[in-house]
T-cell receptor
């Protein structure tokens, strides 16, 4: 079945540095990918919607210059947390939407734990 | 106000028992409703997806129901297992996706 892969699964970075998280759809093309943030025991919070070849649409309150999203191909979207701070530490999850002919099914990645020290 | 409300917020049951989780939504119109299972520290995994015209859909021990008139859905888990301990998330889609806060289920031996 369809699989969405995220990398890295865990990353620790120093304050002030940038870190990139990749989201790949392994056996289908995803014109739309989504990025979420999740705090412990809380619901998923949609950060942005990423469409291949165009700029991402960010949810209200999400800084687009802080969380850079690139969807360069139909199978890859990246989230770059720039100038990371400890409060950016969180669980980041991506999802990818399979096409209309496949019922617009959405598959989630396994998530990436980011710790900023 | 969240357009997707789930209840209960948390639930503890004994292994082998059945349980039902609720999802009420105000998203309108909507194209489909999904139930996901999310283990702690993992990405959500799809359990069921139902369109407007479907009333029930099963996936093993999971059965989801949908009443589009009352805008309610339920997820019924039969013969619960320890591995069912997780958060269950209801997601209602129209042009975008609206997430419920989830129900945290704990199955105890």
């Amino acid at each position: 079945g369809a699989v969405v892969s995220q990398h890295p699964s865990r990353v620790i970075c120093k304050s002030g540095t940038s870190v990139k998280i990749e989201c790949r759809s392994l056996d289908f093309q995803a014109t739309t990918m989504f990025w979420y943030r999740q705090f412990p025991k809380k619901s998923l919070m949609l950060m942005a919607t990423s469409n291949e070849g165009s700029k991402a649409t960010y949810e209200q309150g999400v800084e687009k210059d802080k969380f850079l999203i690139n969807h360069a191909s139909l199978t890859l979207s990246t989230l770059t947390v720039t100038s990371a701070h400890p409060e950016d530490s969180s669980f980041y999850i991506c999802s990818a939407k399979q096409g209309v002919t496949s019922g617009n099914t959405i598959y989630f990645g396994e998530g990436s734990w980011l710790t900023v020290v | 106000k969240n357009q997707v409300e789930q209840s209960p917020q948390s639930l503890i049951i004994l292994e082998g028992k059945n349980c039902t989780l609720q999802c009420n939504y105000t998203v309108s119109p909507f194209s489909n409703l999904r139930w996901y299972k999310q283990d702690t520290g993992r990405g959500p995994v799809s359990l069921t997806i139902m369109t407007f015209s479907e009333n029930t859909k099963s996936n093993g021990r999971y059965t989801a129901t949908l009443d589009a008139d009352t805008k309610q859905s339920s997820l019924h888990i039969t013969a619960s297992q320890l591995s069912d301990s997780a958060s269950y998330i209801c997601v209602v889609s129209n042009n975008d996706m609206r997430f419920g806060a989830g129900t945290r289920l704990t199955v105890k031996p």
